[in-house]
């Protein structure tokens, strides 16, 4: 073998290496991704139930329903679809109907969503990038002077 077979063949073979151990992260990660839909999303795609996903959107007015202890139940809305939420804790202070709120959780069998954290925005300025950008496809967004306020994760 000369010296430029054997230099080919370890680059050959460190790139193999590279990208098995690619691969293998890869697929080692794919549980813990976690993408952003909204309730349109949800309803025009075929996504299996349990699986993890965000929601994010709009707390639809007069949806909010606390039946007893730290359960609470509400509907996320983009103006195109609604999907009915349940969450069992302790929701932000800033939470309430009519504002963007982002829900990290699984679907269910039933068409609704388990969350088991829930991002609402902090101040009348803010809204995580992804609804808001949502919320502009379906025209929900209200332009205000604040727009440049979007803050990027």
Do not use: C
């Amino acid at each position: 073998m000369t010296r430029k077979q054997r230099r080919l063949t370890l680059i050959a073979g460190g790139l193999a290496i590279l990208g098995t151990a690619l691969g293998l992260v890869l697929f080692a990660m794919r549980d813990t991704m976690v993408f952003f839909r909204s309730p349109a999303d949800i309803a025009a795609m075929n996504i299996t139930p349990g699986t993890r996903l965000r929601l994010g959107g709009l707390v639809k007015q007069g949806s909010v329903e606390k039946p007893g202890g730290q359960t609470i139940r509400f509907v996320v809305t983009d103006g195109a679809g609604d999907i009915s939420v349940r969450y069992t804790g302790l929701v932000p202070d800033l939470f309430r109907e009519g504002q963007g709120v982002v829900t990290e959780g699984v679907l269910m069998p039933d068409g609704g969503f388990a969350a088991d954290s829930i991002l609402a925005k902090h101040d009348e300025n803010y809204m995580p990038r992804e609804v808001a950008d949502a919320l502009k496809e379906k025209g929900l967004w209200q332009h205000t002077e604040s727009d440049d306020a979007v803050v990027t994760q």
